[in-house]
């Protein structure tokens, strides 16, 4: 059974970067497309990108110009960066598995990680 | 401003039978496969539904989904204290390069 766990601060400073880890156990880590979700508090969800295990990545429009993702396959982690980050992207960030296939349609999320709260103030 | 239009919430009481509907686009819901998610309070999202009205082993047969053209709904029948919930319904947008679509979530009370 594949398990995922989110790790990293969960306190960022305005115009720094939050850089978030997510380690993969149990089950396939090559062939899957990993993604990332964050969900503000009391909000719904919004999704940053997805990161496939050969480093091709998508990412939301929105966030395109902040978010890098990058993965380590032999250490079963993928991992996010976003820079310049305001209060605005405080929120607990989720990891999760985003199937195989790759037409993007054909995938949904499952696992997800239990999610980590970030948030970011001086 | 989610790009997905849920209602706020829903309410229903044991043993009843609710519909929670999720209005789209033709880039999103109309093109594509729609998604569900449950989520129970202080946990992460789960997958309730998959490809418009496949459930996956383990969820309910209480639990449905159906689509039609920019349109989508989940119906919960027999309802359960234990459904109380938010519900997100979710789909691939083919506008810009692609991207990942949820409705503002549901908030389902079973009173």
């Known amino acids: 059974q594949t398990q995922l766990q989110e790790s990293g601060p969960g306190l960022v400073k305005p115009s720094e970067t939050l850089a978030l880890t997510c380690t993969v156990s149990?089950?396939?880590?090559?062939?899957?497309?990993w993604s990332w979700i964050r969900q503000p508090p009391g909000k719904g969800l919004e999704w940053i990108g997805y990161?496939?295990?050969?480093?091709?990545?998508n990412y939301n429009p929105s966030l395109r110009s902040r978010v890098t993702m990058s993965l380590d396959t032999s250490k079963r982690q993928f991992s996010l960066r976003l820079t310049s980050v305001t209060a605005a992207d405080t929120a607990v960030y989720y990891c999760?598995?985003?199937?195989?296939?790759?037409?993007?349609?054909?995938?949904?999320?499952?696992?997800w990680g239990q999610g980590l709260l970030v948030t970011v103030s001086s | 401003q989610s790009v997905l239009t849920q209602p706020p919430s829903a309410s229903g009481t044991p043993g009843q039978s609710v519909t929670i509907s999720c209005s789209g686009s033709s880039s999103n819901i109309g093109s594509n496969y729609v998604y569900w998610y449950q989520q129970l309070p202080g946990t992460a999202p789960t997958v309730l539904i998959y490809r418009n009205n496949q459930r996956p082993s383990g969820v309910p047969d209480r639990f449905s989904g159906s689509k039609s053209g920019t349109s989508a709904s989940l119906a919960i029948s027999v309802l359960r204290s234990e459904d109380e919930a938010d519900y997100y319904c979710?789909?691939?947008?083919?506008?810009?390069?692609?991207?990942?679509?949820f409705g503002g979530g549901t908030k389902l009370t079973v009173l």
């Open positions: 979710a789909a691939w947008d083919d506008s810009q390069s692609g991207l990942w679509v």
């Open positions: 999760a598995r985003t199937g195989l296939y790759s037409s993007p349609e054909m995938n949904w999320f499952d696992p």
């Open positions: 149990g089950g396939s880590f090559t062939s899957y497309h």
């Open positions: 990161i496939y295990y050969t480093g091709n990545t």
